[in-house]
């Protein structure tokens, strides 16, 4: 195959975090050590993964820097919004995710990190209530906004390119309105008459960062970019999108553990998944608006895995639960309980129980920087809207329902799609085969 014509990741590229908090400055402290050889990027499929290029006597497995021009760590320039003034060393101590021996080791570089005024609507996360917020008059003044933010950013620090990435709480559930989010038309009018309920503060982020030139990736499970209006931004300003929410412990942890039963051919007559964490996303979660915007995230996991119009027998009627419960001793150590009731031979019923003890920022970390290395990558390849190859990272894939397409959630179809992104971008064949 033909190399592919994708630009060099020459030049800086400049990070725009929108929010400062727990997951934010894991990600930035962690790039930041890594820089000065303190710390090892683990978790970071860029930074680690090999993969196979070629077959038969001309297979050799190559890290992604090898197949494709990645961004390089030294290159990265962070910037970030936040609702609170607390520059990204005081937000770092203050969400004790990472011990102080590590944040103090960059602490120079951290301190200089101070979040602009954030584009903010308490309505959206009732339980924030900070003092660095913008006075916009409209959503559409919001927009203009941040686009001067975006534009000065990357003047200032010499940036050939910018990502933005949402690692900002979750937002208060926005359903789809036709509407409103149907076309790019209707949403730009609906921004310049402040329609305050349908426009979400992330929508100005995302319109944003594509009017300038930007990908725009969503960690949280917000409907943001997951709307028609925003693919066809992305679409007229050839930009890639991607999102939605971070896939971390639990639905790691079930987008990997479903196939188990799925390729077996054994039935599933129940999953329960709780949890406990005390971080302030734990907090804004404690909402029911916002939480039940995680939940439809998180209950969309099991249903493309577990078909029960493929498999009837197995899969009909499965009751799926999820519940986050805010519990402040944990912190970020988030512990998760999957309870899983199975039937096997004859429907004779089984359980399954998986207790993580994990991390929950240390695990986000890795998959800020791949989104946003990967996203950089793709516009540079010339890949624009919805960037599938991504769901890998996602716990709520994006995909265009408005043609039928199914979201992929099971973790090595997704890893396959990655792979064969990588294999195409690099010039060599895509394939499907196992290793
Ligand atoms: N850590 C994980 O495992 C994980 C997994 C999936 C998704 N997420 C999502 O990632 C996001 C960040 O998580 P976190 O633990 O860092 O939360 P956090 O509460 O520590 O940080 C979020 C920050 O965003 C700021 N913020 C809120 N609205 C904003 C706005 N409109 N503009 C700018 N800043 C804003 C808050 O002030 C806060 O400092 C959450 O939405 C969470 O649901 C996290």
Redesign the pocket.
Known sequence: MEKKNVKPASGKLGVMC?????????FITGVLMVRKGLSKPVGSMTQYDKIRVGKGENQKYLPYKEIVPIADLNDIVFGA????PENAYQ?AVH?EVLKEKDIESVKDELVRIV?MK????RN??KR?D?SNVKDAATRWDMVEQLREDIRRFKAENNCERIVVL??????IYVPVCEEVHGTLAALEKAMKADDREHVA??MC?AYAALAEGAPFIM????TTVDIPAMWEMAEKTKMPIAGK?????QTLVKSGFAPIIGTRCLGLSGWFSTNILG???G???DEPANFHT?EVSKLSTLESILEPEKQPDLYTDYYHKVRINYYPPRN?N?EGWDNIDIFGWMGYPMQIKINFL?R??I??APLCLDLVLLSDLAARAGRYGIQRFLSFFL?SPMHDYTQGEVPVNHLFQQYVMLKNAIREMGGYEADETID
Do not use: Q
């Open positions: 929108v929010g400062l908090g727990a997951v934010a400055t894991t919004w936040d609702v609170f937000s969400c979040p954030a584009a903010f609507d959206f996360a924030l900070g949402w690692a900002a709480s979750t937002e503060p992330s982020y960690g949280a499970p917000n929410d971070f896939k971390t412990g971080n302030r996303d907090l804004v979660l995680k970020d988030k994990c929950d920022s695990l986000a716990k």
